[in-house]
């Protein structure tokens, strides 16, 4: 196993100031050019998993990294943006467009993240740290430049070759449906061409939280069955 802190991560960032950037398949291809140099390693059996926002990451990055034969999303994501702003509740009006609508939409957006979670502790998960591991300070101008973050939608998951184990908790604080769209996992498996699974985890299996929190050995054991079972 290895493990590694990416770009806009705790070592990376506060370490080595290397901020955060979508395109994973460049932060993946130097960590595999360590791995084959290792002798334990078997470079045609390398898999990646990628955790949360790494549901997203780790199939981008398989998306464009041959050297990858088989990827793991815990928990799949295909849209971060459209997740992010469904929790996050930032406070765009649908329906406005052109310049006058978009200045409305940016000015409700400042009033909602004004004072951030410094001032509001029950503010929604996603205001704090994340603009600052993004090199940003702005967070108003995050919110504006998630559209080129971290998804696998427009043809990305489509150029995934390698098998792909997608995991999806029933009751994923962000990434569970809303009724009008899928969920974010099951976005990602449609939309994958190649070789593919799903596992489901449940509220009575205690699996069913973001990233199987509550049953942690349950959802690793599956992980590795599939792994024994792919390579």
Same mark, same amino acid.
């Given at each position: 196993m290895?493990?590694?802190?990416? /770009?806009?991560q705790?070592?990376?960032?506060?370490g080595?100031?290397?901020?955060?950037?979508?395109?994973?398949e460049?932060?993946?291809?130097?960590?595999?050019?360590?791995a084959i #140099?290792r002798?334990?390693?078997?470079?045609?059996?390398?898999?990646?998993?990628?955790? +949360?926002?790494?549901?997203?990451l780790?199939?981008?990055?398989?998306?464009?990294? /041959? $050297?990858?034969?088989a990827?793991i999303a815990?928990d799949?994501v295909?849209?971060v943006?459209?997740?992010?702003? $469904?929790?996050v509740?930032?406070?765009?009006?649908?329906?406005?467009?052109?310049?006058?609508g978009?200045?409305?939409?940016r +000015?409700r957006?400042?009033?909602?993240? $004004?004072?951030?979670?410094?001032a509001?502790?029950?503010h929604?998960?996603?205001?704090?740290? %994340?603009?600052?591991?993004d090199?940003?300070?702005? %967070? +108003?101008?995050?919110?504006?430049?998630l559209?080129?973050?971290s998804?696998?939608?427009?043809?990305?998951?489509?150029?995934?070759?390698?098998?792909v184990?997608?995991?999806?908790?029933?009751d994923?604080?962000f990434? +569970?449906?809303?009724?009008?769209?899928?969920p974010?996992p099951?976005?990602?498996?449609?939309?994958?061409?190649g /070789?593919? #699974?799903?596992?489901?985890? #449940?509220?009575?299996?205690?699996?069913?939280?973001?990233c199987?929190?509550?049953?942690q050995?349950l959802?690793?054991?599956?992980?590795?069955?599939w792994?024994?079972a792919?390579?």
């Amino acid at each position: 196993m290895l493990t590694f802190d990416g /770009p806009g991560q705790p070592a990376a960032i506060h370490g080595s100031g290397l901020v955060f950037r979508p395109d994973w398949e460049n932060v993946v291809g130097p960590v595999l050019d360590y791995a084959i #140099t290792r002798p334990e390693v078997d470079p045609a059996r390398i898999a990646l998993l990628g955790l +949360s926002l790494g549901g997203a990451l780790a199939p981008r990055a398989a998306a464009y990294e /041959p $050297r990858i034969a088989a990827v793991i999303a815990v928990d799949g994501v295909y849209d971060v943006r459209r997740s992010h702003r $469904r929790h996050v509740r930032i406070a765009f009006q649908p329906g406005r467009t052109g310049q006058q609508g978009e200045r409305r939409n940016r +000015s409700r957006t400042r009033r909602h993240l $004004r004072g951030g979670p410094e001032a509001k502790p029950d503010h929604p998960v996603g205001t704090g740290p %994340r603009p600052v591991c993004d090199g940003r300070q702005q %967070r +108003s101008r995050f919110r504006g430049e998630l559209p080129g973050l971290s998804r696998t939608r427009n043809g990305i998951a489509e150029r995934i070759t390698c098998p792909v184990l997608v995991c999806d908790a029933a009751d994923d604080l962000f990434f +569970s449906g809303d009724g009008k769209t899928k969920p974010e996992p099951q976005q990602l498996f449609d939309h994958l061409t190649g /070789p593919k #699974t799903m596992l489901r985890f #449940t509220a009575e299996e205690g699996a069913d939280a973001h990233c199987h929190v509550g049953a942690q050995r349950l959802a690793t054991g599956r992980i590795y069955d599939w792994l024994d079972a792919t390579l």
